[in-house]
């Protein structure tokens, strides 16, 4: 069920299951587009709801059959594990609170993970969850969609390959207005969840698009952050959480970075932005306009770069499915995150030593950053944005 | 296998076959993805080449059985039309020269067809296929895909609430440059038949990309082109078809168009653009920038529109899928175009009358109107762009 | 009295006189700022309206003495050639009906002139002060004003190295939304001359802004016109002139054009926008954007070259004034020509010859195409928009 | 000598003088044309350089007699107020480290100042120019040539007028690339007293275009700053001051700001951008496209307002000299700045009460706040960016 470029790698067809992603649910369903976008894999088993009734319409829906729709993950773990069909891999799509456990329940239960960010609220569970899957030999992917762009993966090797020299400085940003008046008070459910520190943890705006901003960063630049002074803002009246989040930045190679993000900046819809300055260039990419690249050299002119047009480096180039022109987006994005960690669970089935670098997913390591990324945020704000070693 | 916002026009699976589409077709991968996006289809029949071992190929490798993989299009429409399980419809993807003999043979053995423009050479048989589909009491769909993005069809709401007043002028291009130097000599094969009149038919620029700023503006404006005059430019040595071509356009209710097509023109990808100006406002869209619409009022600012961010006209707006910021693309205005067409067989199958307005997708009219621009341009640039009755 | 950059070529300071740029014109304010800008001549005679009063007035205030404060621009023309220090040239910049015989009138009396464009309404009068201003061995600059921008200086250039290969095609557009309405009506003068064929000639939209697209076509490209097909559009209730023009060109090379112009294309303040594509790359320029130039070269990126940044040919690089991204405008462009000018009547006391192509100011053959231009672009739109031999 | 829309206010021509502006000086010109732009002074003094041979060779060049050319600025000081016809005020456009002495000279001797920013290196010593302003009732204007934007004087209305609600967040930022190498080592002029700690005092960066964001952001939103912290990077071998400066901000009122200022961020010219969040909409302007304000409202769509075709409130508006779509530019600019204070001066001559708030000129207020910001900044990043008091 290969279709287009992608068929040179097919190894057959995966089977994979879903916790979360429910009716209501917004990512349950593009993680599902995601997935069999490049017909690698095909969802058979989920969980998709603490409430049983959502799981089974859901489940019906999507055309599973009731034996493989549970009533809370560990059942599905279990059961999943003990099957001869098992899932090569879940895909956890919950609120935050929750990945953390289900994780570990397929960890333990020896099923392969995708888990959307963060993947846990403290350090200590995401390093736990290392451990887990080291010792059974699984892979874990952290589904931090916006590495999945050509465009970011062309910036990434644009650097690793000196094209701009040595970082000196990382501007990023991630504006957004939906959160700039309380709607989560008139029953929104996206706002509810997010701004409520039960089911999100300890920060809300830094934790679900500012960790964007660390892990695009770190993906492109390979940086390495040393200390960092955040001051997380709770706009919105009666809010508990962050809206608002302004971090400076020392990397241990010397370079200066600022990462902004806000749920309360009106007239931005969703406009991550990460600009990358060099000794000889710079590089610039916006998500809103995500098939292109804006690249500048020393003592030349600035550049546009276009998806499918100007020539790529492979690891961003290969990914790029459609002409120069037609826009790809965030769905096709996150199905280049599903496509490259189908390749590495063909490769492990096949036997093969699994190379997450190789294989271009983000990883544990990726999720880790990000779980610490978030924690010493909080730890700076609150003791008055102080800086705070890494 | 239903997702998201689509699941309450859920009415069954429907079943489809392709003609065309096989081993280096560009085209038959983005209708195979576009058909499977929202989950109202699944493909079990093909003929993807006039090469036998290039159907079975990609038929296996899409997991069709080869009870269903056939020699040519006659065989298939006979054959599938015996079958009790036979296709819902079938989607012609083939280059120019085959559409029409291949919807014919479809459309005769009583199987409902969805066909790439232009979907005939001649004007005659265009409307034989009219014909034909009415006495049989089957859907055609011509695949512009161009009409599936959301903020054309707000546009298209604008004009018709009467939003931007009377239309005074229509500004249209599309400029490509893939084809500034002559790659079909070094075996690009997108190229190769695109530049051949025996494939291609009687135009290559204006047939291909001019004939989609026809339709996107008469989908949006509503106008109706009274006569036009056109320069049709063979650029590139050694060729036979128009590779540019400047057209002005008297429409009947007194308005100036102009469009614009080149595949010669230098520092553009696909950058199809429309505007359209009225006695009280004025609305821009760029393909490129498919999420945004730039609309001005008399008196008022430039705005901005973002899909998923302002409030739309339900026909764009419900087929909005991902929230504000998160790029679709080509592939969702595809899928959007599938996805309005299946609603219209559901229906027929349930036995309602079919109104093409309704549903909204692409008819046999727009595409009977597209071959008629083509035929139109190709007379007037012969005769020295000199002006001529549509 | 000369300053930065300027100061190599100064030889001394100009005087000049105006007629027209009384109370209420916008342009005439235009041409003082910009010719006092760089120092290099200085404003000392004047016959500003019809009305003598307005003249005392104007002039009054603009410090000058009421001995050169004249009732009519033949009483200027005769008087000031009678002084031993007569002005070096005359700056007409009245409505278009006055430009001939003011120009005239000064032409004969041995005084250089600055005219605005359209220089005459009718072509044998443009050719007639030809003859005047050769036979007299007198300058004549046409205050094409866009030619002036630094960036449209380096385009000329690019197109003259052969930079972008040869011409196939050109795109030229200038739509404006200030006559959107009739405010005429409502007594803004600007609208009420423009709109009156008695003040403004055959036509308004073509002629007034139109013409500026035939010359900066003309002026980078170096292309002739073989002939043309106009459809000029009267919009706007109760008008009697075009207010939209829509015409397609054929070049003497082979190359098709198109321009439009509109003062009815709401959302659009004066956005003179032109592209040329060759076969070895292609340059755009925006008025709006004046200080940057997008330039593509075959299978390579899009470039954005800025002013001030980015090496340009000398006879725009060397008219750059200010460091990059701080923006001219405008009032610099305009400056530009009268320092250009300037430099020719330096030269020109010196006893030199002048060339026109050196000193780079837009010369009476330019204003003669214009005056060409409007006239056949007339023509053929009263002839139903046909094909007209230029 | 008045023109156009300034006619209303001219109350008659004042006389000024320059120190510094030389032969290689760049800002000189730009004073000096801004301050003829709109007619109301005439510059008849100065002591253009160190090198009274410069002084000279500029003064004969700009037309001035030998008599007001001065070998120092004492001299100057002195003898311009024992004339007669004493200069209305002196315009001090030297390097950083002549401001304060420069400007003490003038002020203890009767003659009302402009200075470029920073107008002193130490604190203390801006504060002594301020009393000396009061002791004496003269002028003083900062040359912050930036909110002489008619777009950032409608940004600044906006917010007093409570437009955009209660302000949240801050971000400006001012990239440039022209000291991305380390140029002064090859002589360019410019960049070598800008990185000189002698001449430039104890900021490059910060101190030259990081204190333009702290101004324009106070002009516009008139928020106080608490604390900040502030990282100043010295990048570029063997260099003794900052090129890159990260400043985190927290305002009084409670809201978050971060500026950045670099020299070398490759791929930006002169890129000003300032963005104002508050709780009802936001504002964003760009100072490369100066002619535009991006404005938000909580549930409405982006808008671009156009100088000249959008309604502006009086205080920007009134300062729009051409129609929309011409583009005005830094020349613009900076003549606002020159012609407010002109209009104080004419004010303070008819012995009226003159409140900087009404003339809307950059005060000594504005001068001490930078001098601070610019303090400030290097006390914390001396500390390791520590937070420090404002």
């Known amino acids: 069920m290969i279709e287009g470029k992608e068929s040179k790698s097919f190894k057959g067809t995966l089977k994979y299951g879903m916790v979360g992603g429910g009716r209501d649910s917004f990512i349950g369903d593009v993680h599902r587009k995601a997935a069999k976008f490049d017909g690698k894999m095909e969802l058979v088993a989920g969980c998709f709801s603490r409430s049983y009734e959502n799981t089974l319409e859901t489940g019906v829906g999507l055309g599973l059959t009731k034996d493989r729709l549970y009533q809370d993950y560990t059942e599905m773990a279990v059961k999943e594990s003990q099957r001869e069909d098992c899932i090569d891999f879940v895909s956890i799509v919950t609120p935050n609170y929750a990945h953390y456990p289900a994780a570990k329940a397929f960890l333990e239960n020896g099923i392969s993970v995708v888990c959307e960010k963060p993947i846990t609220i403290e350090l200590d569970e995401a390093e736990e969850l290392a451990k887990l899957a080291k010792k059974n030999e699984l892979l874990f992917c952290v589904s931090y969609s916006y590495t999945g762009y050509p465009m970011v993966k062309h910036a990434r090797e644009m650097v690793k390959n ?229």
Chains 1, 2, 3, 4 share one sequence.
């Open 162 to 390: 000196g094209d701009i020299g040595e970082i000196r400085m990382v501007m990023g940003e991630y504006p957004q207005d939906w959160l700039a008046i309380p709607i989560e008070k008139e029953g929104q459910k996206q706002a509810a969840w997010r701004t409520d520190p039960k089911i999100s943890g300890k920060s809300n705006c830094n934790g679900d698009i500012g960790s964007h901003i660390e892990n695009v960063v770190s993906y492109i630049s390979g940086l390495a952050i040393e200390s960092l002074a955040a001051k997380l803002d709770i706009l919105g009246e009666g809010r508990e959480l962050d809206t608002n989040a302004s971090i400076m930045i020392k990397y241990t190679n010397g370079a200066t970075g600022h990462y902004w993000s806000s749920q309360v900046a009106i007239g931005y819809d969703n406009a991550l932005k990460i600009r990358i300055f060099g000794t000889k260039g710079s590089i610039e990419w916006e998500q809103e306009s995500c098939n292109y690249l804006k690249v500048t050299y020393l003592d030349g002119p600035v550049q546009t770069l276009s998806r499918g047009r100007d020539e790529l480096y492979p690891l961003g180039g290969d990914l790029s499915r459609i002409p120069a022109g037609h826009p790809e987006g965030y769905n096709e994005a996150f199905a280049n995150i599903y496509s490259n960690f189908a390749n590495a669970l063909f490769a492990m089935k096949e036997g093969k030593e699994v190379d997450n670098e190789k294989f271009d997913y983000p990883s544990l390591a990726d999720g880790i950053s990000g779980v610490k990324f978030i924690g010493k945020s909080v730890e700076s704000s609150e003791s008055g944005a102080s800086w705070v070693t890494f």
